[in-house]
Nanobody
Framework: QVQLVESGGGLVQAGGSLRLSCAAS????????MGWFRQAPGKEREFVAA????????YYADSVKGRFTVSRDNAKNTVYLQMNTLKPEDTAVYYC?????????????????WGQGTQVTVSS
């Protein structure tokens, strides 16, 4: 069982930056591929970024590539999402998720554990 707690969301102006954190419980964090997803009002949950257990492989949605960076610190059981050059269309609730089976995936349905989400609002 893995528990995930996101933090770092908030209100920011367009062009600004935020860093989200996701703290995980458990002693086998490095075995989990981690993903970030987001869901805007009235829209389906969508893939944002993912990172392998070792941190050696990362994947991004085209909409955030070059602006967002996913990373992890396995010693701290934490995964991060650095978000730069934010746009109003990035406004959403952001969720982190853990997948107990390699490899990483863009499919939300393949993740086993989810955090409660953190709101990111980008004003124009």
């Amino acid at each position: 069982q893995v528990q995930l707690v996101e933090s770092g969301g908030g209100l920011v102006q367009a062009g600004g930056s935020l860093r989200l954190s996701c703290a995980a419980s458990g002693r086998t964090f490095s075995r989990y591929a981690m993903g970030w997803f987001r869901q805007a009002p009235g829209k389906e949950r969508e893939f944002v970024a993912a990172i392998s257990g070792s941190g050696g492989s990362t994947y991004y949605a085209d909409s955030v590539k070059g602006r967002f960076t996913v990373s992890r610190d396995n010693a701290k059981n934490t995964v991060y999402l650095q978000m730069n050059t934010l746009k109003p269309e990035d406004t959403a609730v952001y969720y982190c998720a853990a997948r107990s089976v390699s490899p990483t995936s863009r499919a939300a349905g393949l993740y086993d554990y989810w955090g409660q989400g953190t709101q990111v609002t980008v004003s124009s």
